[in-house]
C-alpha cells in the first residue's frame, strides 16, 4: 500500500517562498511509471493541477504556474518537494501531492492534504 504525507508550513507571509515536501512509503518515487504530481485546491474553486515529477527526475509545470513553480526529488529520502515562489494571498489552497499512472493518466494514490495559508 503506497502512501503519501505532505508536510511543510501551514502559514506563509506574502512575497515568500511556499515549500512543501511528499514523503512516500510503500513504493519508489523511482518506479517505472509513475508521475508524482502537486494539485492545489483553494478555497470554493476546483482542483488545479500544478506539476510534476517523473519516475525519470524530468519535471512538467502548469503553463500558469510555471515562471514561479519548482518541483525536486530526494530519492535517498523517497521525497519529492515543492517550492512556489512569490506567494499571494491568491495562493491559499489545501495542497496535496498524488501519484500518477503515466500510461493510464489516472491517479491511484493521494495524500491527505494539508492547508496553506498566505497571510501577513
Known amino acids: 500500500q503506497v502512501q503519501l504525507q505532505e508536510s511543510g508550513p501551514g502559514l506563509v507571509k506574502p512575497s515568500q517562498t511556499l515549500s512543501l515536501t511528499c514523503t512516500v512509503s510503500?513504493?519508489?518515487?523511482?518506479?517505472?511509471?509513475?508521475?508524482w504530481s502537486w494539485i492545489r485546491q483553494p478555497p470554493g474553486k476546483g482542483l488545479e493541477w500544478m506539476g510534476a515529477?517523473?519516475?525519470?527526475?524530468?519535471?512538467g509545470y502548469s503553463p500558469s504556474l510555471k515562471s514561479r513553480t519548482s518541483i525536486s526529488r530526494d530519492t535517498s529520502k523517497n521525497q519529492f518537494t515543492l517550492q512556489l515562489s512569490s506567494v499571494t494571498p491568491e495562493d491559499t489552497a489545501v495542497y496535496y501531492c498524488?501519484?500518477?499512472?503515466?500510461?493510464?493518466?489516472?491517479?491511484?494514490?493521494w495524500g491527505q492534504g494539508t492547508q496553506v495559508t498566505v497571510s501577513s
Open positions: 498524488a501519484r500518477m499512472i503515466a500510461t493510464m493518466w489516472t491517479y491511484d494514490y
Open positions: 510503500g513504493g519508489s518515487i523511482t518506479t517505472n511509471y509513475y508521475y
Open positions: 515529477i517523473a519516475y525519470s527526475g524530468s519535471t
